[in-house]
């Protein structure tokens, strides 16, 4: 079976080239025969991968070490789910994965155009086929899974410990399912662009295709997030490296298109501006992965030292270049079909919450480069982490918080100022109170005091909408509250959706604001010594050590210890921090030693435990108390949520027509209902 | 040309170019793994930073205050991270606890924060900073992103100015709005004479 996925390997490299061949040869020529023929090879590419994948898989799972990334990435004693999750936890394997799942979507998406848009199939699938050309060359000839040693070790290397985390077994997945589906919009807006049928065909599959890139991608995100706070040990869940700034920037462009995709579909507006953010979106994903795959910037991720650089940094010049070319002939087709009205209505709040989405896209890109832009004019390194990010990010961050309540109050079209006052009256005002209750509880952080003013208001806005939706529904319909709540999220999921989006948003910068508040201390402490400790909300802890223990496991040494906690004065339990270090069959320690966090959980905050080291039987620890970090992955949840009713297909409902409608009959008799 | 033929011939061909890559691999050798899933820790980074005490020197902070500032150094093991995170976080890494011990004899020679940072910058360069110094070029660095923004805002308000002063909005079907096909001419005929009689 690992003959035949190296051998599928190859074959899906041809297949590809075919499949790319002939489709943009069926659409240059207007040729169904090499059109069909072009798709039919996209399948065959996908089965190919497919068998490819599933020979890797093969490899690892039976322990053949003859291959070079089994023996670099698993152990013969690794639990077998990492086993199978190291198929991803590599180079090679990560760039098949992202292969594989590039062929799946390409399959499905060229399987389910729909008719009116026939005329796109040859030049997406073209493009699509030419994309994953890339990804399969760059696997055969840069990153092969495949490569053999020239002999066969007895056992591997086993996988970093920090990997073996049920977070990073599906937090890796989803971010390549999210950046994949870039691909399937960026393909469909080059066919739309090269045959000039700009209008309402491409923005259906699009549309789909983004939204899907934008849920894995939230999902993806958050679960990296919550990965580095309870595996890496320092007490955080977003370090602003290069890694993860490439996960944020095609959210915040997906984010932004999925905002104004909606004035062009209501009032044909905007139509340069969302093709130029679709191919963004795209352009941002591999942009992303070469920076942080080429090594030209410093990231804690290792693949920074890998040779594909080279490879991605022609294929995005390509690819930017294509795309410019495409976008700058094709201008005149794509002039808005309406006009705006008034700087005071809904299109014009989404265009400034785009200025700001992609402003914070144009910050973080920009942060993310500037160390190599300084060594080019200055011939210094400079190092730009979280202060930077932070101090350029937060006041964007808020100005997007405060947008994201204003844009659904205003009307369409043209808001009054009577319609203002109405909408604006009680989010304000609820805003307001929040502000200033908390000032009055002595709250002195100005980004806190303003992120919960907004938070506020934003959610005192969903609030708002729902109550006037669910009232709507029980008056007309006399629906009870659940009933009523549930048909309206199920009856217009767009909307409702999205608000619940807003609502995990309302949530996460709550949580971000938490970290203001954040305290750590550093302490010593031998078996049986107490130590006392206030958090900021002003609870007494009590912490009394157990002893540092060792024990060995499975396919690990253990230093631990642990703390028996009080708060103010009740008993919370024995809490344990551990030090790990990983050995292979042969007791060879494998890596630097790994922290395992102590954590305990509550709606208010977290109580964080590192062991930092242990130095004559005294350990050394780190308590943080950090507050509202649950928050943080209920936020993500809730913006998934939110995400996945807006995406769930919802049945065209039959619906009485308004307005007149005349019935043309032979007797000539008219028919009018409202 | 068969799909089965178009199909064997593809498989001869991957097979071929399989057998090519590999023996190519043999006469260049397995290539140097790369594959390592995180950074290495570069164990040998650590440099000493020392100042001879001021004369008379006491502690120039307290202990909160000297975290702070260790928040703003840079471990320099390839972490990434800053120097009291590090080495509350990692054993292993000796680099962090050195720079701590550094940090911890200037506090002690009466330095203050500011003096320590630019000792740690002669030593390390600007890298040794966990944001770059608000001076000379790199306040680009801060700057710009505000200043595209601002440009973005202008260039929306600029274009939006603009569509205003296009006129009445065009009544034209929008995108993503399925628009009944318009009758026949004849059709069209019988509405209008059927619209005159209900007049």
């Known amino acids: 079976m690992i003959l035949v996925g190296e051998l599928a390997l190859w074959v899906a490299l041809l297949m590809g080239a075919w499949a790319a061949t002939t489709s943009f040869a069926g659409g240059a020529l207007g040729r169904e025969d090499l059109v069909a023929s072009g798709k039919r090879g996209l399948y065959a590419t996908t089965a190919m991968m497919v068998l490819a994948s599933i020979g890797l898989w093969t490899a690892l799972l039976t322990h053949d070490f003859s291959l070079k990334y089994v023996a670099s990435n698993t152990s013969a004693n690794m639990p077998k789910v990492y086993i199978f999750s190291a198929f991803w936890g590599g180079q090679a394997g990560s760039m098949l994965f992202w292969a594989l799942i590039l062929a799946v979507y390409s399959a499905i998406a060229i399987r389910f155009v729909p008719p009116k848009s026939r005329d796109l199939v040859p030049w997406a699938c073209g493009t699509l086929a030419m994309i994953l050309l890339f990804f399969i060359a760059t696997v055969c000839f840069k990153a092969n899974p495949y490569d053999r040693l020239s002999f066969v070790p007895a056992d591997g290397r086993g996988m970093n410990p920090q990997l073996q985390n049920p977070g990073m077994a599906i937090h890796p997945p989803n971010l390549y399912l999210g950046y994949v589906a870039t691909s399937i919009p960026f393909a469909f807006a080059i066919a739309a662009l090269v045959t000039r049928r700009l209008d309402a065909e491409w923005l259906g599959i699009v549309r789909r295709w983004s939204l899907l890139s934008w849920f894995f991608l939230t999902i993806g995100i958050t679960l990296g997030m919550w990965w580095a706070y309870v595996e890496l040990g320092w007490s955080g869940y977003w370090a602003w490296d290069p890694v993860e700034n490439a996960s944020l920037l095609p959210w915040l462009t997906g984010t932004a298109f999925l905002h104004s995709i909606m004035i062009q579909e209501k009032r044909g507006m905007l139509r340069k501006w969302n093709v130029v953010l679709v191919v963004t979106t795209f352009l941002l994903a591999i942009f992303g992965t070469f920076i942080t795959r080429s090594g030209i910037i410093e990231s804690v991720h290792s693949f920074a030292q890998s040779p594909v650089g080279t490879w991605f940094a022609t294929f995005f010049l390509a690819a930017t270049g294509t795309t410019i070319y495409f976008v700058a002939t094709r201008l005149r087709d794509l002039e808005a079909k309406a006009t705006l009205e008034s700087m005071v209505s809904r299109e014009a709040a989404f265009l400034y919450n785009n200025v700001v989405l992609v402003g914070i896209a144009f910050s973080v890109l920009w942060g993310t480069l500037f160390p190599i832009l300084s060594e080019w004019v200055r011939g210094s390194k400079i190092t730009v982490g979280p202060p930077f990010f932070n101090t350029v990010n937060v006041p964007l961050g808020l100005l997007l918080l405060g947008l994201t309540g204003v844009g659904p109050l205003i009307a369409w079209r043209k808001a009054s100022t009577s319609n203002l006052k109405r909408q604006f009256a009680v989010p304000a005002a609820a805003g307001l109170l929040v502000g200033v209750v908390l000032f009055a509880l002595g709250m002195r952080d100005g980004y806190a005091l303003i992120a919960y003013t907004l938070a506020g208001f934003v959610a005192a806005t969903i609030v708002q909408e729902f109550q006037k939706g669910i009232s709507a529904r029980r008056n007309i319909h006399g629906e009870s509250f659940p009933v009523a709540t549930v048909r309206l999220i199920g009856r217009n999921r767009r909307r409702y959706g999205g608000y619940i989006v807003h609502a995990g948003i309302v949530v996460l910068f709550a949580a971000f604001a938490g970290l203001a508040f954040k305290k750590d201390h550093d302490v010593q402490m031998k078996a049986g010594e107490t130590k006392e400790l206030v958090d900021p909300l002003g609870h007494r802890w009590k912490f009394v050590s157990q002893g540092v223990s060792t024990s060995e496991t499975l396919n690990r040494f253990v230093t631990a210890i642990g703390l028996e906690v009080w708060r103010d004065g009740k008993p919370q339990g024995i809490l344990t921090t551990e030090k790990r270090q990983y050995f292979d069959s042969n007791k060879q320690p494998l890596f630097e030693p790994s922290t395992e966090v102590g954590i305990r959980t509550s709606a208010k905050g977290d109580l964080y435990v590192v062991l930092a080291g242990v130095r004559d039987e005294t350990a050394e620890l780190r308590i943080s108390f950090n507050p509202l970090v649950v928050w943080v992955w209920i936020g993500g949840m809730i913006m998934a949520v939110g995400g996945l009713i807006v995406m769930w297909p919802q049945a065209e409902r039959r619906r009485a027509p308004s307005g007149y409608v005349a019935t043309l009959e032979p007797r000539r008799e008219m028919a009018a209902t409202t | ?199």
């Open chain 2, 1 to 199: 040309m068969q799909r089965r033929e178009f199909l064997t011939r593809s498989f001869a061909l991957g097979g071929a170019a399989l057998f090519g890559a590999r023996a190519l691999q043999a006469q260049q050798g397995t290539p140097a793994d790369t594959t390592g899933n995180l950074f290495d820790m570069n164990q040998g980074a650590a440099r000493t930073v020392t100042r001879p005490p001021k004369p008379g020197a006491r502690p120039s902070m307290d202990q909160d205050t000297r975290d702070a500032l260790e928040h703003k150094i840079r471990c320099q093991c390839g972490c990434t991270l800053d120097v009291y995170t590090c080495r509350t976080t990692d054993f292993s890494c000796q680099v962090s606890p050195a720079m701590h011990r550094d940090v911890m004899a200037l506090v002690e020679g009466g330095y203050s924060a500011q003096e320590i940072l630019d000792a740690f910058v002669d030593t390390y360069g600007e890298r040794a900073l966990m944001a770059p110094k608000k001076e000379g070029f790199n306040w680009a660095g801060y700057l710009v992103p505000f200043g595209a923004l601002a440009a973005g805002a202008a260039a929306v308000l600029v274009v939006l100015r603009g569509m205003q002063r296009g006129g009445a909005p065009a009544e034209v079907p929008m995108d993503g709005v399925v628009v009944p096909p318009l009758g026949t001419p004849d059709e069209m005929a019988k509405l209008n004479d059927a619209i005159r009689k209900d007049d």
